[in-house]
Nanobody, 121 residues
């Protein structure tokens, strides 16, 4: 499966963005999907994950209550709605697909190219 992340950009603190992760090559409904982010000089960090049929989601504590992961399997797309953005949310955001509902990069086999989110103060 190939993943394409989009929707990043420059936003002021307190603003919102919605990221999309579109799949091709194989239906995304076969996979657990996660979002990760990586800021310059830092390790890749888990953001959120969603099960194949949306019956379970998990958000990292740093984003809980502000970000929401969702999916539309008919469109083979997973979303990350990001509200109340903070400068520390600035990073390249990656979507990933795999067979395990987890919060570690090694839980995922397929990765998109990333989309840059910059939050100004």
């Amino acid at each position: 499966v190939q993943l394409q992340a989009s929707g990043g950009g420059l936003v002021q603190a307190g603003g919102s963005l919605r990221l999309s992760c579109a799949a091709s090559g194989r239906t995304l409904s076969s996979y657990v999907v996660g979002w990760f982010r990586q800021a310059p000089g830092k390790e890749r960090e888990f953001v959120a994950a969603i099960t194949r049929n949306s019956d379970g989601t998990y958000h990292a504590e740093a984003v809980r209550g502000r970000f929401t992961i969702s999916r539309d399997n008919a469109k083979s797309t997973v979303y990350l709605q990001m509200n109340s953005l903070k400068p520390e949310d600035s990073a390249v955001y990656y979507c990933a697909a795999g067979g395990r509902f987890g919060d570690r990069p090694r839980d995922y086999n397929y990765w998109g190219q990333g989309t840059l989110v910059t939050v100004s103060s």
